[in-house]
């Protein structure tokens, strides 16, 4: 599948310098990571969130794990995780679990993890299971500049 055509447009639109990474097949961030050879804690992951009728996107390392408590509190509102059907719904050019972090590509909030703030280099999924964008932090700042920022994941 290779690039998303959403996130590949959003890219070129934005003159977001990035590379493309080949790797094996794997099913999760984390897997992702190891087979890649990339720290786990370089790896932006998103977790589909819904929000009363409204979804957004938990951005956080492959590393960590999320906590919902904390969400919640910085959103004075309670989420939950967005069903496969809802996120296949906002993703269609995207395989199941392979959701880029870049939700203005998608028109979507973004809830990023103050441990990404300043890493050097940074990669994300790009829509599917055996590719990954890489992009310095100043690019991911620059794709990130809109969303909210707080604490709310643990390394695990």
Known sequence: MAIAITLKQYLSDNDIEYDALNHPYTASSLKTAQESHISGSRIAKAVVLKKGKDFLLAVLPASHHILFEEIND?????????????????????????????????????????????????????????????VDGGQFGKMMKSARHGQFSYPG
């Open 74 to 134: 910085l959103l004075e509102e309670k989420v939950k995780l967005a069903s496969e059907e809802e996120v296949e719904s906002l993703f269609t050019d995207c395989e199941m679990g392979a959701v880029p972090p870049i939700g203005r590509a998608y028109g979507l909030d973004v809830l990023m993890d103050d441990c990404l703030v300043g890493t050097d280099d940074i990669y994300f999924e790009a829509g599917d299971h055996a590719t990954l964008i890489h």
